[in-house]
């Protein structure tokens, strides 16, 4: 048994020698290698994406407010002395969104700034296999996302996110500029699948076997799968397009004898599996969410473990499920039908087994259940919402028009955000050592839920009624959706400043918390709070992490600690506790 | 490209080569070999796109396909492959080297190793050359001339090589320069190591105008053989020229070449296209082919750098046979280049 | 330095145009329903049932999983002092059962999905074609006695068959009351098939985006009750020579030096009967003569070269030297050639040469389609644009 210092060295809240000022100096962030400061640095490139892209979001809903085209003509600016080609600026708009918010944003949100942080410790090891590829990863980050800045300041980009050929080859914006933008946050994704996959291979905590894993860390893995497989073709797809562009080969221009549907593959074959580069990473963070906020062991481990990387193989299968418009021959669209429909139920099945650990808990409706609740509510919609366009029949009227908008928005908003905000509010306490204020968090929550709806339920109906995407005007009869969807914009943008916000004033003024505030059982919890620069000041002692029955809470310490390590003069207790 | 490896030693730590992160030898290793080998699965995939749009390309242009690689002189090509070939061997015994702490030897065939990739890129250099004089480029510039162009510069003009040669040897003259010099002074500066290695580089460098050498000795041979006629010639060549004996224009072509000196020899017109009536379509062909190459050029560039900082290791000593792990990862990079050739080759140069 | 605006269409044109099929608030049309636009084709009715089936289906489940998750979150909310209870974490039964029930519903989504959607892409014989033109940002349609018109004209109950092209970049044709789309492809013909089963107004919008003016780039389609009307009705363009007699001009201008149609075969084949006809290739291969190849082998004559006339083509290639809009004109002329009168709009058949109508879905042509290899631009299978 451990004496009191010792487990206020181990598990309490270190003021001294923590993982954040050991060191000083902005070149000690700088040329860090320590992955809990890259995963903080990676939080803050993140997250400055999202405010961009989120900046861009709001001005193409305030655009759309107004279905004539008046609004980015800024003629309410200038009067009538402005002559700005408001379609122009439009499409510029919704392509910066799309490329910032998927390429800086959702891809490496999860992984790389909530898993660079988490990860090492969840499997009891120091460090990732290779910390200078990590920062490498990060400092591509920083470059990519700079060329994609470039990019704008270079005649912006008008692509559309996904570049399509021959537009993307004539178009005289800076699409060079951007493809090579995305080209490096590529390699940045790619760099951190190697090190995650290796990472979990050879550095589980003695006695972790992969059953042992919890399953935010089969996700990651699953994850790591995809971004080595995946990436570099898109990587190749780029470079063939900047190719085409500079030089003519020939390969996706008609005048040269190209194909411009062979595009369309090579970028589906990356961007299909791409998208469940984030939605897995965020299911696991769900898993690890309700798990233990209700205290109860999840149902099913086995099954969503599978599962995982079934998604992730399977994913790779049904790329042409964007295409079926695309004058690509029946049999094609049968085939590729048929394999989307079975993707589904994994992440059906996931769902029900995130209810059944509802089932018989200790649920305390704090900001990270919050946000899992808020996850199923609205991924639940997003999944169900791709059944309609799995079916080639209602595929054929539903795409390119705004319910396949709304349909992606509700499972990367509604399920990757969430789960990236949810994380964030779960693992602040650990990696800062402080509580932030749980009502203004819940409504945070609230704000982005109810916000989030408003913003893109009404275009699920516009969608089937026909109004067609990346559209910067549209006829009267859709008015009234826009208008909603556009308010809605604006409250869900609040609602994530409020989160923000939230989190940054708990880093300086947040009550003090210590190791294991919420109880759970994994190894990043095992730890002070925040954690040592080394992460463990002991080699953590492996056991289930969803055991949760092995833990028992110290009132001295005001956090869980494991039973080994419990105080010899407290009676045990395992009742949960509400923070 | 950044580098997919694990970490060398800590100086300040009586040589301790293992990484603060991982608990032992074993592990650091194992997560190096894991490491490098899924980074061969990126590379191959960040290949696979442009296999892919051979396959398409083969498939819907056959005709093309099947002719379009008497360009392309198969002994340029196979020299190229010996070469490459023999470089993965030096570079294997550059691994058994470290395996048993000879650093010497570790030195030494990875010296080799780099030279021959140098050679590849300077044989590379002629044929790349040789192509762009006659017009040979991809489809939207394609502009296949009967005749090579003139040499304009005066250094080409003196050396009887192509501009376009010159052009792309200007940055390796640079660094050969640059080498020797620094070579010189920290040799002066009493620091041998350093001395070696850029003599090393010089080395190197050196390779490339040998490759250059032995490909020009090589053409001038080709374009005498190619005047007597008896060198190989396209059917896509034959077929532009029943249309040139339907119409008059050729006959004025022949005249003007009977005085040209663009490179040696002179040209029977007889085996020559009428670059007006010659399919442009022929440049899909070397669209994918420039793809290839120059991507497949690029990664031996990137592996000549790795392979110098094995190099530098080397003359500094720090493998031991419980400590070898970069030498391995780095062969293990070259041998799948090396690979990526073996299959170009035949893809490009042989199959009709 | 800053591009003008551009002319959009406006609240009040919109309004104005159509005024009487549409109330003065440019309302929807009476016949919509809430979710959808008003089902003017015959796939349309089915196409909202499935929806609605997969809605409905959705639907339940979602309340099922909202219910349950609402009702757990309250009934096992935390409590000062209460223990969660013990429950198991695995169930293969449950788990079983969750997973294969849904699969069930999915594989009649599947199922009904496709079977809709092989009905949609293949229409009778006899259908008519109307060829669309798609450019930056406009429509053309040039209908099949070779009038054009800006704006579509159907007649109510006939299965058309419209072959698509794009002159520059991509766009995708889409009239949401028929609930069909289809992209149009710069380098290739697609095709989309509609038996329109209403009489009226339809909006028509291009879905690819396409650039600048890409959300201007829309269109009517008018379903006329028959023929007479739809002549009398239709702002008709280019009303001076018919398709096919364009064609006939540059046949004689370009390619009557090698080609002739007199059925002896000269240089090149003669052309007077192959429309719609089976060519063995040099390679033994077979393919049909439809918009595809001939377009491919105007462009690149090595591509497909007929047997007898190899190994190496003789013919000179003309791109660049006919436009897109030449083929097209010389393309109806084969046609022409092949059944005269075929360029008729008195209710006449197109010739049933593309032959795509009379191809069960079974007998799609079990070619080397891999899902990975998207064939290239010149590849003249039928019902690939499907």
Known sequence: MATAEVRHELFGHAEQKNYLNCSKGALSWLLTLDHKRIGIMYLIGVSVALLLAGFFALMLRTHLYYGDSSFLALKWLFGEAANYNANKVYNQMFTLHGAIMVFSFIIPSVPAALGNMVLPMMLGAKDVAFPRLNLASFYLWVFGTGFLIVALMNGGLDTGWTFYTPYSIETDTGVVYATMGAFILGFSSIFTGINFLVTVNTMRAPGMGWYGMPLFLWSLYATAIIQILATPVLGITLLMLIAERMLGIGIFNPKFGGDPVLFQHFFWFYSHPAVYIMILPAMGVISELISVHAQKRIFGYSFIAFSSVAIALLGFLVWGHHMFTSGQSIVVNLIFSAITFSVAIPSAVKVFNWLATLYKGSIALNTPMCYALSFIFLFGIGGLTGLFLATLSTDIHLHDTYFVVAHFHFVMVGGTLTAFLGGMFHWWPKFFGRMYNDFLGRIGCFLVFAGFNLTFFPQFVMGARGMPRRYASYDPEFQIFHQWSTIGAFVLGIGIVLSFAVLLHAVWFGRKVAGNPWGAGSLEWQSSSPPSFHNFDHKPIFHDPYDFDALVYDKGLDTYVAREFMDPNQVPERVPVTH | ?352 | MFPQILNFLSQADYVNKYVDQFGPNGARSPDSSYWFPEQASSIARSNDSLYMAIFWVSTAFFLAIVGVMCYFVIKYRRRPGVCPQPSSSHNTTIEILWSVLPSILLVWFFYQGAWDYLISKYPPEGAEEVVVTGKKWDWTFTYPDGDQASELHLVLDRPTKLVMRSEDVLHSFFVPAFRQKMDVVPGRYTYYYVKPTMDGIFRVFCTEYCGDNHSGMKTWCHVHKDDATRKAKTEWINKDHKAWENGERLFKLNCAGCHNINGVAATGPALNAIWGSEESLIDGTKVKVDENYVSESIKYPNAKVVAGYGPVSKMQTFEGKLSNQDIDYLIAYFKHLKQPGSGDTAGAPATGAEGNGSAAPAAEPAKTEEPKAEPAADKPAEGTGG
């Open chain 2, 1 to 352: 490209m950044a580098v997919a490896d694990t970490h060398h030693h800590d100086h300040h730590d009586h040589g301790e080569f293992i990484a603060h992160h991982f608990d032992n030898a074993e592990q650091q290793f194992d997560s190096g070999k894991l490491g490098i080998w899924v980074f061969l699965v990126t590379e191959v995939l960040f290949f696979s796109g442009l296999f892919v749009a051979y396959i398409l390309w083969r498939y819907h242009h056959p005709e093309i396909f099947q002719q379009a690689h008497v360009f392309l002189d198969k002994v340029l090509g196979g020299i190229n492959t010996v070469v490459l070939l023999f470089s993965s061997l030096t570079m294997a015994l550059a691994v058994r080297c470290s395996q048993m702490s000879n650093n010497r030897g570790t030195a030494f065939y990875t010296l080799i190793t780099m030279v021959c990739a140098a050679i590849f890129l300077g044989v590379k250099a002629i044929e790349y050359s040789h192509k762009w004089d006659q017009g040979i480029l991809v489809r939207s510039m394609w502009a296949y001339t009967l005749d090579h162009q003139e040499a304009k510069l005066g250094i080409a003009q003196q050396l009887g090589v192509s501009d376009w040669l010159i052009w792309l040897s200007i940055v390796p003259a640079i660094l050969l320069g640059v080498f020797i010099v620094a070579s010189v002074t920290a040799t002066l500066m009493a620091k041998p190591i350093w001395s070696k290695f850029y003599a090393g580089l010089a080395i190197t460098v050196g390779g490339y105008f040998l490759g250059a050498l032995g490909g020009q000795i090589y053409m001038k041979n080709y374009e005498a053989r190619e005047a007597a006629g008896t060198a190989q010639v396209s059917p896509l060549v034959l077929h532009a020229d029943d249309k040139a004996a339907a119409s008059a224009q050729q006959h004025d072509h022949t005249g003007e070449h009977a005085g040209e000196h663009g490179h040696a020899g002179e040209h029977h017109d007889s085996h020559h296209p009428d670059p007006k009536s010659l399919d442009r379509d022929v440049g899909v062909f070397f669209s994918i082919y420039y793809c290839m190459t120059g991507l497949h050029a690029f990664h031996i560039l990137g592996g000549i750098a790795f392979l110098s900082w094995i190099y530098f290791r080397s003359l500094k000593g720090h493998w031991r046979s419980d400590y070898f792990g970069p030498v391995e990862y780095v062969g293990l990079y070259w041998h799948l280049v090396d690979l990526i050739w073996i299959y170009l080759f035949p893809m490009l140069y042989l199959i009709d």
